[in-house]
């Protein structure tokens, strides 16, 4: 996703109200008016979105000028603007429900370590598609790559969980490598190897897309569990030592 400052969110939300409103572009200086500011200020903001395309200017003749005259700047958004702001407001829709989906997707992971591991990770990917926004199904998508290392603990990847970094979104990307790794060592149906690596560079793919918020989001989820996992591959050492 689109990384704006909640400043350059604002800025982009107004000017989106404003093109509505007036049904085309708007000069700067009614954005200035509307949020309290400088119009040299919004001007320098509006020509910062502009930079990131999510807005764009033109210039047209004053409405009062008769004949040859000075021409004004106006701003107007773009196509990229009412899809961040789209994605932005889902994830705000969805973002209470997100403690909810969290416990949910850590319950099922630890129930998994009570069953057989292959069916934990298939009933995982079948629920893929009900994921509501990106950020579910990345959370969804670390449960299944984890599932995927313990499904392959003969390959001896699991342990190498415990070099993933969980307080950075680098563990995101570390998780990726693993999982990906752990297909290529993977013997099962080709059906369900290709599904599984489709979803893993889609995961990666999505990462991408997210906002700053979500990506902290995800790694605290990321967090919480590998501390399950790493939990539970102790107990399955000392059940079987």
């Not at 040859?68 to 994830?91: C, D, H, I, K, W």
């Not at 670390?142 to 415990?162: F, G, Y």
Request: charged content about 25%; proline content about 3%.
């Amino acid at each position: 996703m689109l990384k704006l400052t909640p400043r350059q969110q604002i800025f982009l939300d107004k000017l989106f109200d404003l093109y509505r409103e007036f049904k085309g572009p708007v000069h700067y200086s009614i954005v200035a008016d509307k949020l309290g500011v400088n119009k040299f200020s919004a001007y320098d903001m509006l020509k910062v979105l502009e930079e990131k395309g999510v807005a764009a200017s033109d210039y047209v003749l004053n409405n009062d000028q008769v004949g040859p005259g000075r021409s004004q700047v106006v701003f107007y958004p773009t196509n990229a603007a009412a899809q961040f702001l789209t994605q932005l407001r889902e994830e705000m829709r969805y973002s209470s429900d997100w403690q909810r989906v969290k416990e949910r997707i850590l319950k099922r992971l630890a129930k998994s370590r009570q069953s057989n591991i292959l069916e934990a990770l298939a009933e995982s990917l079948s629920s893929l598609p009900d994921a509501k926004t990106p950020l579910n199904y990345c959370a969804e998508m670390i449960s299944v790559m984890l599932l995927n290392l313990e499904h392959a603990r003969n390959a001896k990847l699991l342990p190498a969980l415990d070099t993933i970094n969980t307080n950075s979104p680098i563990g995101l990307g570390t998780l990726v490598g693993l999982s990906l790794a752990s297909i290529l060592t993977n013997d099962d149906d080709t059906r369900f190897i290709d599904k599984l690596a489709t979803h893993t560079r889609n995961f990666q793919s999505q990462l991408t897309e997210l906002s700053d918020e979500s990506i902290g989001k995800l790694s605290s989820f990321l967090n919480d569990a590998v501390a399950l996992v790493r939990q539970s591959k102790s107990n399955y050492q000392l059940m079987t030592s």
